[in-house]
């Protein structure tokens, strides 16, 4: 059974910064591509960032540049390093895996991932 847990969120002020973690199980997180997600309020999730089994990553637009996202096989975890915050990065943030192995995807399409967590929220004050 694949289980994904957040956390790291929180009330952070403008141009500050959070790391939100993301501790698979059931799965090895190194063999999977796997994403962030987010959901601002009153509007659609949208792809934040993913790193594919070869440590490649791709970004939204709108973070690029502030956000960072990594893996540690180690701990089985799933990173996202937030830095320079605004209050549009406010929202309930989801990490997400695929199914299958060693895939070369970075999607940031929900449609792609079929694991979710339970999202951590994270807001950001001006």
């Known amino acids: 059974q694949v289980q994904l847990v957040e956390s790291g969120g929180g009330s952070v002020q403008a141009g500050g910064s959070l790391r939100l973690s993301c501790v698979a199980s059931?799965?090895?997180?190194?063999?999977?591509?796997m994403a962030w997600f987010r959901q601002p309020p009153g509007n659609e999730r949208e792809g934040v960032a993913a790193i594919n089994s070869y440590g490649a990553t791709d970004y939204a637009d709108s973070v690029k540049g502030r956000f960072t996202i990594s893996k540690d096989s180690a701990k089985n975890t799933l990173y996202l390093q937030m830095n320079s915050l605004n209050p549009e990065d406010t929202g309930v943030y989801s990490c997400?895996?695929?199914?299958?192995?060693?895939?070369?995807?970075?999607?940031?399409?929900?449609?792609?991932?079929?694991?979710w967590g339970q999202g951590t929220q994270v807001t950001v004050s001006s």
């Open positions: 997400a895996t695929v199914a299958a192995w060693y895939l070369s995807s970075r999607s940031l399409r929900s449609g792609d991932y079929k694991y």
């Open positions: 059931g799965i090895t997180a190194s063999r999977h591509s």
